[in-house]
């Protein structure tokens, strides 16, 4: 790959993913200064570990994104996924098929967005607004309003890890990074759904089959959204209806920090990860720091809206 | 056909209204003015006339506070300025109409042309007020349109008007309007010209600016041609008959026919049939025909229906009936992706609605059709395809600052080649251009040509929808001229000009 870029792209501070880096970097450094135990591997891998379900859903939300769609029942998909993974193991079913059910579920909640937004042609905001209703009904309905317990049938994947030292989660996260950034830069459907988010008109009039894109990318959003409430019920051993719910929105910060816009057609997943790990480490370096718990929230948001319009800085000079 | 009145305008004893002297604007050591020097007298109507890029704009931002000049000054009503901020030049009475639209698509006429100028009264508006200002005005000036109606339900040639009355509204004495006919048909195009007039004879000049220099010879009192940031010339046209050649000359550089000369292919067998379209259970049935190697014009008054019969043809549009041949044998097009497979082309008219998409970079854009014909299951590089989209951007003569920017940095001539270019890479057969040239310079349209004729050449067939007529006559072997949706009548050969299209398309010999 040649590094030259485009006419705007010459300054490459005005890359999100540049300052991201910087930010991140510089927050480490300061932070590590006050407390060294900051940056000791079993820290960076806690951190890692704690934004796993967090980024594998952001590549969801990216991907959606990036082709002119957005998804707000991801955070409730995914809570009935894992209640439909608990309640077939109390059932008694194999873990390999209840994985698949669990899979299938969130596959088949990404198909009904997906078909009602590109079939209807309404706004995929208001739309998964409802259908995220529909799904956290659905899993009030099956657990009848309480938790699942796993009982430990997910602790291995806590256990597995590379080297004794990254967990099978941050594997899986890292995972869904590379196939998300393989399929939207180096496939055809990729290169598709991103000139169907840059413009939508030109894509149709191109040949370009945009309902059946459109359907096929929330599907692929019901899978990686499954994976992450695997990830999920194995982190916490339980499940609650209302988990998710919040989820879908920390994504779309972290996609947006990550310099994807709601227009569409822009921004990287890289970016979008690089958002997730931010918010990552904000939380971890306060929890060092010693931050208070409810001041820690508040700050949290401070540096999101911070984030947000030092991503937005090359807008802030149009006067319109 | 319209017939302007005029009278001779009379320069005797009278002093400009505004003077540019000596204007020099540099951007960054580029220079983009070098030395002009621009006047304008009361109740003048002068027309400016350049290639994109000559410097037309820059010097009415000048004009307008947009810019501060590099050099020069500017004089009006007897009093000098080095430069003009945006607020001053409006005090001063100078206005601009710009060509985009920068009206509230969602509120009506009145409510657009008093946005930030609200009559009111206790911060509540007086609409009843408002509506009776823009009936004086609407009387005043002859222009007909409906106050109440909301902009988006209104004809583009209307909103234009809607634009033309908001500048009236705050009693300027100098009006820029920028292109301001490039999107009327030629009906409207005249009652812009009859507006022009009147606003004159209320002793406002006019400063406009035309690709279209057969308006532009029917206005103007005087003409000025700038090229490269200079004055080439500046002619009176007291009698309206100057000579398009010496203005064409000037804006080149060289002699260039306004009539592009198509070498004339040998015309094939029927390639391309369109049979019983109807759009609707009752509009008119639509047949026709294209062979081998052949051009075939739609012209027609804007909203005529050329645009939706050619989307209806090739599926981005539903249609009520209707089907398509295709070297005799019947396709199923329902779709842009299926009348792409069957090899069609659809040059769209909207680039940028539909053309393009502006945030990528020229490669994906051009890549984007072919990527179909690209036999790649899964792995799929777009750079792999620079050395096969390279000849192309040759052929076409695409000026870039290199082939990953994003189009939206391109001149509206190479961001058209662009859409070109894309389908001319997914080595299609049958080319549908709408409206291929609006708004492009003189060299773009050239090169346009060229490659049509190329296409053409090469055995595939063409249909072109096209308003501007120099080009439909020039390029076309047969010309349909549609009125009302339906296809009133064929024209070729020497039929082929423009006082015939205009007859047809207007439909006058009927009444």
């Known amino acids: ?320 | 056909m319209v017939k302007v009145d005029f009278m001779a305008f009379d320069y005797t004893n009278k002093e400009p209204v505004i003077k540019m002297d000596g204007i020099i604007k540099e951007f960054s050591g580029v220079r983009a003015l070098n030395g002009i020097t621009f006047d304008v007298y009361k109740g003048e109507t002068h027309c400016l006339v350049g290639e994109n890029g000559a410097g037309k704009s820059t010097l009415m931002k000048i004009l307008s506070g947009a810019y501060v000049p590099t050099e020069g000054t500017i004089t009006i009503d007897g009093k000098t300025y080095t430069s003009l901020t945006p607020r001053l030049s409006k005090e001063l009475g100078v206005d601009i109409v710009y060509q985009e639209n920068d009206l509230v698509p969602t509120m009506n006429a009145v409510e657009n042309i008093f946005v930030g100028n609200e009559i009111s009264r206790g911060g509540l508006i007086r609409f009843d007020e408002q509506l009776k200002k823009v009936r004086e005005l609407m009387g005043r000036y002859h222009v007909e349109i409906d106050p109440m109606q909301t902009i988006e339900h209104m004809s583009v040639s209307d909103q234009q008007f809607v634009k033309i009355l908001k500048s009236l509204s705050g009693k300027p004495k100098i009006i820029i309007m920028d292109e301001p006919t490039s999107m009327f048909n030629v009906e409207d195009a005249g009652k812009v010209l009859d507006l022009v007039r009147n606003i004159n004879q209320d002793g406002i000049s006019i400063i406009y600016i035309s690709h279209f220099l057969e308006e532009v010879r029917k206005i103007a009192d005087r003409i000025t041609v700038i090229r490269d940031g200079m004055v080439i010339n500046t002619y009176f046209n007291a009698e309206r008959n100057i000579p398009f050649d010496t203005i064409t000359r000037d804006m080149v550089g060289r002699p260039v026919d306004i009539f592009y000369t198509k070498e004339h292919n040998p015309i094939g067998d029927v390639m391309f049939e369109v049979k019983n379209l109807r759009l609707t259970h009752d509009s008119p049935e639509i047949n026709f025909s294209v062979r081998q190697g052949e051009i075939l014009g739609l012209s027609g008054m804007v909203g005529s229906g050329r645009t939706e019969i050619v989307r209806a043809v090739t599926g981005a549009d539903p249609r009520f009936s209707g089907d398509i041949y295709i070297n005799g044998k019947k396709k199923k097009i329902n779709s842009p992706s299926d009348s792409i497979e069957a090899g069609m082309a659809h040059i769209t008219e909207d680039r940028q609605l539909q053309g393009l998409t502006l945030n990528a970079s020229v490669l994906e854009n051009m890549l984007l059709v072919g990527l179909r014909n690209i036999k790649a299951p899964f792995h799929y590089n777009c750079k792999k395809f620079t050395p096969k989209i390279s000849p192309i951007i040759d052929e076409l003569r695409i000026k870039m600052p290199g082939i990953d920017s994003e189009v939206m940095y391109l001149s509206g001539g190479n961001q058209q080649k662009v859409v070109l270019g894309k389908w001319l890479f997914a080595k299609e057969n049958i080319y549908i251009f709408d409206e291929p040239t609006r708004g492009i310079d003189v060299n773009s349209k050239a090169d346009f040509y060229k490659a049509m004729t190329n296409l053409a050449k090469a055995g595939n067939c063409i249909v072109m929808v096209s308003s501007d007529l120099p080009e439909l006559i020039s390029m076309s072997d047969r010309v349909l001229v549609i009125r009302d949706g339906a296809v009133k009548s064929e024209l070729s050969g020497a039929d082929i000009n423009e006082h015939k299209i205009i007859k047809e398309a207007l439909g006058v010999e009927k009444k």
């Open chain 1, 1 to 320: 790959m040649s590094n030259k870029k485009t006419a705007k792209g010459a300054s490459m501070f005005r890359d999100a993913r540049v300052l991201l880096m910087i930010v991140i970097v510089l927050m480490v450094i300061v932070v590590s200064c006050i407390n060294p135990k900051f940056i000791r591997l079993t820290n960076i891998v806690t951190i890692l570990q704690q934004i796993s379900v967090l980024g594998i859903l952001t590549m969801a939300m990216s991907m959606l994104m990036i082709s002119g769609g957005i998804d707000l029942s991801i955070g409730n998909m995914m809570a009935l996924s894992a209640v439909v993974l608990a309640t077939a193991l109390k059932g008694g079913m194999g873990l390999g098929l209840a994985v698949l059910l669990a899979i299938l579920t969130a596959m088949l909640c990404g198909l009904l967005n997906g078909f009602i937004i590109a079939k209807s042609k309404c706004v995929p905001l208001i739309i998964t607004l409802g259908t995220s209703q529909i799904f956290y009904g659905a899993a009030l309905l099956i657990t009848g309003g309480s938790f699942m317990s796993f009982g430990g049938k997910l602790d291995f994947m806590r256990k597995i890890s590379l080297f004794n030292t990254i967990p099978l989660m941050v594997l899986l996260m890292v995972a869904a990074v590379l196939v998300m950034s393989y399929l939207i830069n180096r496939t055809k459907f990729g290169r598709r759904i991103v000139a169907m988010g840059g413009n939508e008109k030109n894509a149709y009039l191109s040949g370009i089959k945009v309902v059946r894109y459109k359907i096929i990318t929330y599907v692929i959003s019901g899978f990686l959204v499954a994976v992450a409430g695997i990830v999920f019920a194995a982190r916490m051993n339980s499940i609650a209806p209302a988990a998710g719910s919040g989820y879908e929105l920390n994504a779309l910060v972290a996609a947006v920090i990550g310099g994807i816009t709601f227009e569409g057609g822009r921004g990287t997943v890289s970016g979008a990860i690089l958002g997730c790990l931010l918010t990552g480490v904000i939380s971890s370096a306060l929890d060092i720091l010693g931050v208070d718990a409810y001041l820690k929230i508040a700050i949290t948001g401070i540096i999101i809206v911070l984030a947000v319009v030092l991503s937005n800085i090359d807008n802030i000079r149009k006067k319109v």
